[in-house]
T-cell receptor, first 117, second 118 residues
Framework: AQKVTQAQTEISVVEKEDVTLDCVYE???????LFWYKQPPSGELVFLIR??????QNEISGRYSWNFQKSTSSFNFTITASQVVDSAVYFC??????????????FGQGTTLQVKP | GAVVSQHPSRVICKSGTSVKIECRSL??????MFWYRQFPKQSLMLMAT?????????EQGVEKDKFLINHASLTLSTLTVTSAHPEDSSFYIC??????????????FGPGTRLTVL
């Protein structure tokens, strides 16, 4: 069965703090894709990253970094030196071959990040 | 880039009326379109998957007669909420996918439609 768990419902930090959002997934497939999306108050989903199961290299993009560990089925997201504009709901998502090659996404519950000035 | 639009962005209707939401892929032909529903402070829940020219595949628990999906072309899918009631008030998001590489189909999201049923 496919499942994505984001155990942190809400996180509150003060600006310039580093923050890590956790994501744990379950899949029986060896080939799958993991995603992170940002949903600001406007509601529109913003794509942040896609990672395939064969690429365990960590990725850094500006203040954002991602740590993919297949051994623990985790795909954690870290924001360094957080800013007020980072305040949003962040979703982790999974797509595997169980989706019938349609690209169907299974979303985690989401983590609401509040960055205070 | 790949752009997906939704219309309307916001709709308020009276209980018992039907509401149609359009989802268009503006600059690509979508192999598949998806409809999601998101209640306040909750995650996106997939309602149905639709392919052009065929019947939509609904997720368990989603009433197909309540939420009618028509996928008229490779760039247009519509979701009609029939006889809407206050409990149908939600944020409806569509996405359109196109083949990328391997088995992967890249998915692009619309901006969402906020439905309020009075």
């Amino acid at each position: 069965a496919q499942k994505v768990t984001q155990a942190q419902t809400e996180i509150s930090v003060v600006e310039k703090e580093d923050v890590t959002l956790d994501c744990v997934y379950e899949t029986r497939d060896t080939t799958y894709y993991l995603f992170w999306y940002k949903q600001p108050p406007s509601g529109e989903l913003v794509f942040l990253i896609r990672r395939n199961s064969f690429d365990e290299q960590n990725e850094i993009s500006g203040r954002y970094s991602w740590n993919f560990q297949k051994s623990t089925s985790s795909f954690n997201f870290t924001i360094t030196a957080s800013q007020v504009v980072d305040s949003a709901v962040y979703f982790c998502a999974l797509s595997d071959s169980g989706s019938g090659n349609t690209g169907k996404l299974i979303f985690g519950q989401g983590t609401t990040l509040q960055v205070k000035p | 880039g790949a752009v997906v639009s939704q219309h309307p962005s916001r709709v308020i209707c009276k209980s018992g009326t039907s509401v149609k939401i359009e989802c268009r892929s503006l600059d690509f032909q979508a192999t598949t379109m998806f409809w999601y529903r998101q209640f306040p402070k909750q995650s996106l829940m997939l309602m149905a998957t639709s392919n052009e020219g065929s019947k939509a595949t609904y997720e368990q628990g989603v009433e197909k007669d309540k939420f009618l999906i028509n996928h008229a072309s490779l760039t247009l899918s519509t979701l009609t909420v029939t006889s809407a009631h206050p409990e149908d008030s939600s944020f409806y998001i569509c996405s359109a996918s196109r083949h990328s590489s391997g088995f992967y189909n890249e998915q692009f999201f619309g901006p969402g439609t906020r439905l309020t049923v009075l």
